[in-house]
T-cell receptor, first 116, second 113 residues
């Protein structure tokens, strides 16, 4: 199993450009998350999904949109990139087991995005 | 909203010394998880604590969950160079849905050989 994969690994955008980050997981997990990581600020939740076709806002959703058309994929879109969105983006997935929804999250390798 | 703070932000120790990081939440947690992120890598799950006052050990690592379920700690005995990285706690608030974690700010551990 590949686990959680992210595409691309690196990207440089100019202000105002758009792009989509792809996250894929092959573990049949129900939950998927998008985080951004900035120096000294830990991981902040952007959007998340509790199942195919559903999405919800996290802590810092402004400027981002997401879609989960297939259970294994979770897309993060930037419609008009801004320098404040320069960050490392991590996707994660989690699962339901034994009726408990609070299980560990599995992270992808990250996408390093720079907006000039 | 919920805040999860960790102290210290940085810790430099001599190899063989002990290390502790503390995690404090502004609200009561249903459970807390700990993750380790190596330099240039992604967070990797270490452990989850659920019960008030719970203590769990993994070899040289000891994890504690406070009695009030608002704080936690990670203690590493006799650090090794392989312990280098940033340690994050992540808590689920007890008064919200269980789908989301709030991550702490992390403690970056460096080892002086």
């Amino acid at each position: 199993n590949a686990g959680v994969t992210q595409t691309p690994k690196f990207r440089v955008l100019k202000t105002g450009q758009s792009m989509t980050l792809l996250c894929a997981q092959d573990m049949n997990h129900e939950y998927m998350y998008w985080y951004r990581q900035d120096p000294g600020m830990g991981l902040r939740l952007i959007h998340y999904s509790v199942g195919e076709g559903t999405t919800a806002k996290g802590e810092v959703p402004d400027g981002y949109n997401v879609s989960r058309l297939k259970k294994q994929n979770f897309l993060l879109g930037l419609e008009s990139a801004a320098p404040s969105q320069t960050s490392v983006y991590f996707c994660a997935s989690s699962y339901i087991a034994g009726g408990r929804v609070w299980n560990e999250q599995f992270f992808g390798p990250g996408t390093r995005l720079t907006v000039l | 909203g919920q805040q999860v703070m960790q102290i210290p932000q940085y810790q430099h120790v001599q190899e063989g010394e002990d290390f502790t990081t503390y995690c404090n939440s502004s609200t009561t947690l249903s459970n807390i998880q700990w993750y380790k992120q190596r330099p240039g890598g992604h967070p990797v799950f270490l452990i989850q604590l659920v019960k008030s006052g719970e203590v769990k050990k993994q070899k040289r690592l000891t994890f504690q969950f406070g009695e009030a379920k608002k704080n936690s700690s990670l203690h590493i005995t006799a650090t090794q160079t392989t312990d280098v990285g940033t340690y994050f706690c992540a808590g689920r608030p007890s008064n919200f849905g269980n789908e989301k974690l709030t991550f702490g700010t992390g403690t970056r551990l460096t080892i002086i050989p």
